[in-house]
């Protein structure tokens, strides 16, 4: 398979800081008289390369802490960076800017744009990058996860392990520095997880900071740290 193109990495990655940043990450909700705290005080980072699963039992906060993360959600204290650029506390537009351009997120379901093709996904995700930027060719990120014969496929004409390889294709079509992948196998028998992961860690190989939130022992175990979340607090 041919390697996903990435940007250039410094070449001292602890004078750069890390990929990912979340430091004293909170998130409050309220209905009415309630208020759940998601998030209490979440501090950790992710390096180029790295590969952490973020682990931990159903309501302990791992799907609210993957959307402060990707600028999908703004925590309510506390600061988000991505290759030393603060994500957090900005307009939504700035969010989604800096996510177009440094943050892959690669969803269980719906990466995939219905009506468009494997090829036309990832051509709306790089229409999002700022101009001029070095983008893998889609030929490269097709190539790489193993779908050259099914670039034109739309995702209804793809097998369940073939849309997680497009939606990863998606979701590296902006050479991000940071992937972040909620439950990416979930739904996947064991012989495409494998492949999958497989995947997930040559993309880390190639110098993306590469986050995990999972269930998964198989994804757990692939990784290089793992963090476990109880009650929206960071355990271990």
Same mark, same amino acid.
């Given at each position: 398979m041919t390697?996903?193109?990435?940007?250039?990495?410094?070449?001292?990655?602890?004078?750069?800081?890390? $990929?990912?940043?979340?430091?004293? +990450?909170?998130?409050?909700?309220?209905?009415?008289?309630?208020?759940?705290?998601?998030?209490?005080?979440?501090?950790?980072?992710? %390096?180029?390369?790295?590969?952490?699963?973020?682990?931990?039992?159903?309501? &302990?906060?791992?799907?609210?802490?993957l $959307?402060?993360?990707?600028?999908?959600d703004?925590? &309510?204290?506390?600061?988000?960076?991505?290759?030393?650029?603060?994500?957090?506390?900005?307009?939504e537009?700035?969010?989604?800017?800096?996510?177009?351009?440094?943050?892959?997120?690669?969803?269980?379901?719906?990466?995939?744009?219905?009506?468009?093709?494997?090829?036309?996904?990832?051509?709306?995700?790089? %229409?999002?990058?700022?101009?001029?930027?070095? +983008?893998?060719?889609?030929?490269? =990120?097709?190539? &790489?996860?193993g +779908?050259?014969g099914?670039?034109?496929?739309?995702?209804?004409?793809?097998?369940?392990?073939?849309?997680?390889?497009?939606?990863? !294709?998606?979701?590296?079509?902006?050479?991000? $520095?940071?992937?972040? !992948?909620?439950?990416?196998?979930?739904?996947?028998?064991?012989?495409?997880?494998?492949?999958? =992961?497989?995947?997930?860690?040559?993309t880390?190989?190639?110098?993306?900071?590469?986050?995990?939130?999972?269930h &998964?022992? %198989?994804?757990?175990?692939?990784?290089?740290?793992?963090v476990? =979340?109880?009650?929206?607090?960071? $355990?271990?």
């Amino acid at each position: 398979m041919t390697a996903v193109a990435t940007p250039a990495r410094p070449a001292d990655p602890e004078t750069a800081g890390p $990929a990912l940043r979340a430091d004293h +990450l909170y998130r409050f909700y309220r209905a009415g008289e309630e208020e759940t705290l998601a998030l209490q005080g979440v501090t950790f980072e992710v %390096a180029a390369g790295e590969v952490v699963a973020v682990v931990g039992p159903s309501g &302990s906060g791992k799907s609210t802490l993957l $959307a402060c993360l990707a600028g999908l959600d703004d925590p &309510s204290g506390g600061t988000v960076s991505v290759a030393g650029t603060r994500m957090s506390h900005r307009p939504e537009h700035e969010r989604a800017a800096l996510r177009a351009d440094r943050v892959g997120v690669l969803l269980q379901s719906g990466n995939l744009v219905p009506h468009l093709t494997v090829t036309g996904n990832i051509e709306l995700a790089q %229409a999002a990058a700022s101009p001029g930027r070095d +983008l893998p060719t889609i030929a490269d =990120l097709v190539g &790489s996860v193993g +779908l050259q014969g099914r670039a034109g496929a739309l995702p209804r004409e793809l097998s369940g392990g073939e849309q997680a390889r497009a939606g990863l !294709a998606v979701a590296l079509a902006n050479a991000p $520095a940071a992937l972040l !992948a909620d439950e990416p196998t979930g739904e996947l028998d064991g012989t495409t997880e494998e492949r999958v =992961l497989a995947l997930l860690r040559r993309t880390a190989d190639d110098g993306t900071a590469v986050l995990l939130v999972t269930h &998964s022992e %198989a994804a757990a175990h692939l990784a290089d740290r793992v963090v476990t =979340l109880e009650d929206g607090r960071v $355990a271990s």
